[in-house]
C-alpha cells in the first residue's frame, strides 16, 4: 500500500464531501416545527399560561415575608430572596378573587418587567410546556379583570388556555402602586 500524503487524504475528504453533497440534494427538506413555550399555573380557578420568558423563576412560598404598612390586601409582604427584597403579590387577590390557600403545591412566579421585579403567588403551577402554532387558538370569554392581561390562547389537553402577559400586568397602573 502507498503512503499517502496530507494533501492526497485532504483531496480525498474534499471528493467524498463533493458525492455526498450531490446525493442529497433530492432529499426534502424538512421545516423545523417552531414551539411557543409558557408555565402553566392556575388562578382565580382558571388554568392560564405564562409566556416562559415573562417568568424569570419559580420559588416555593418564602417561610418569612415582613407585612407593609398602608399596602393593599394583595401585596402579602416583602420577602428577601438571596439578599433581594421580593414583593410578594397574591395574584389571585389582585384579580378580584378569593386570596390563594398556601399550600404545598402554591409557587411564587418571579417577574422583572421594565425594573418592576415582583413574585406572584398562584395556588398551583404544573410546569412548563412546549406548544406548536396549530395549538394557537382563540380567546375564551373571560371577566375584564383578568381579560385585559390576556394575549391569545393554546389548546391544551381539550382545553383553552389564555396566554396570561406578565409583561402586561407589569405595565398596569393599578399593579404598580400597591398603597393605599
Known amino acids: 500500500m502507498t503512503e499517502r500524503t496530507p494533501a492526497d487524504l485532504l483531496l480525498l475528504l474534499q ?4 458525492r455526498s453533497q ?5 432529499l426534502p427538506k424538512e421545516k423545523p416545527e417552531q414551539y411557543w413555550e409558557g408555565v402553566l399555573f ?9 409566556p416562559l420568558n415573562e ?18 390586601d394583595w401585596l402579602l409582604g416583602m420577602a428577601n430572596i438571596r439578599g433581594n ?14 386570596p ?18 415582583a413574585g406572584l403567588l398562584v395556588g398551583n403551577v404544573e410546569g412548563m410546556r412546549h406548544f406548536l402554532e396549530q395549538q394557537h387558538t382563540g380567546v375564551p370569554e373571560l371577566s375584564n379583570n383578568i ?9 391544551y389537553q381539550g382545553a383553552i388556555r389564555p396566554v396570561f402577559s406578565m409583561n402586561l400586568l407589569a405595565e398596569n397602573t393599578e399593579f404598580r402602586v400597591a398603597s393605599l
Open 100 to 117: 390563594v390557600v398556601i399550600g404545598r403545591r402554591s409557587r411564587v412566579l418571579v417577574i422583572n418587567h421594565q425594573g418592576l421585579y
Open 85 to 98: 427584597l421580593l414583593p410578594i403579590i397574591d395574584l389571585q387577590q389582585f384579580l378580584g378573587g378569593m
Open 42 to 50: 392556575s388562578v382565580v380557578g382558571m388554568g392560564v399560561i405564562a
Open 22 to 26: 450531490q446525493h442529497s440534494a433530492g
Open 147 to 155: 381579560r385585559q392581561f390576556v394575549q391569545g390562547a393554546y389548546e
Open 15 to 18: 471528493d467524498i464531501e463533493h
Open 55 to 72: 417568568v424569570k423563576e419559580i420559588l416555593n412560598y418564602p417561610s418569612e415575608l415582613t407585612r407593609v404598612p398602608g399596602t393593599r
